[in-house]
């Protein structure tokens, strides 16, 4: 299976610009997505193949990356971006999810 | 606009099953795969598989080979997912979710849990 590995926890100040890496154990090309996760909710769709915003997903959000090292970023953060932010790939069978960057807002 | 709306939590005993809805709507329930993921308390996200309802097609991670069995009924466009032989490990969140091209999932379910004890 494709491991995607991410930072566990990341802790920034509000207007600071975040970087949540997701590095992936074989090349996914470029279809890796991006989601928000807050307690208790289901996750929402950040950015798709690689760095397309989701139509409704504030611009401060973007992403980049392929092969095997992706990015997303916020600039600014805001307090609201409090949450766990996932990386999937649907590259590879069966498709996997990283195991989450929770970020902290100061 | 497009909705998934699951069922509600279940209690089950191990070595039961128990077979969890996901009722669609705001789109055509028939063109579009429906993936169901797994969350286990303070975990991440794992990928169980996916059906097709449009004719039945599906696809599991290899790892719910036995565990897991996906259908859709087209009439009330529900898709479902059982589970069997439960045990603690099976407790968890089960979400639904539309996939769109390239298997990413814009659409969720609230999601559904789970919880195995005798």
């Known amino acids: 299976d494709t491991v995607l590995t991410q930072s566990p926890a990341l802790a920034v100040s509000p207007g600071e610009r975040v970087t949540i890496s997701c590095r992936a154990s074989?090349?996914?090309?470029?279809?890796m997505h991006w989601y928000q996760q807050k307690p208790g909710q289901q996750p929402t769709l950040l950015i798709y193949l690689a760095s397309n915003l989701e139509s409704g997903v504030p611009a401060r959000f973007s992403g980049s990356g392929s092969g095997t090292d992706f990015t997303l970023t916020i600039d600014p953060v805001e307090a609201d971006d409090t949450a766990t932010y996932y990386c999937q790939q649907s590259w590879n069978d069966p498709l996997t999810f990283g195991s989450g960057t929770k970020l902290e807002i100061k | 606009q497009v909705q998934l709306q699951q069922s509600g939590a279940e209690l089950v005993k191990p070595g039961s099953s128990v077979k969890i809805s996901c009722k669609a709507s705001?789109?055509?329930?028939?063109?579009?795969?429906m993936h169901w993921i797994k969350q286990q308390p303070g975990n991440g996200l794992e990928w169980i598989g996916w059906?097709?309802?449009?004719?039945?097609?599906?696809k599991y991670n290899q790892k719910f080979n036995g565990k897991a069995t996906l259908t859709a009924d087209k009439s009330s466009s529900t898709a479902y997912m059982q589970l069997s032989s439960l045990t603690s490990e099976d407790s968890a969140v089960y979400f639904c979710?539309?996939?769109?091209?390239?298997?990413?999932?814009?659409?969720w379910g609230q999601g559904t849990l789970v919880t195995v004890s005798s």
């Open positions: 074989e090349s996914v090309s470029t279809l």
């Open positions: 705001g789109y055509t329930f028939t063109s579009y795969d």
């Open positions: 059906i097709y309802p449009g004719n039945g097609n599906t």
């Open positions: 979710a539309r996939s769109d091209g390239y298997n990413r999932f814009a659409y």
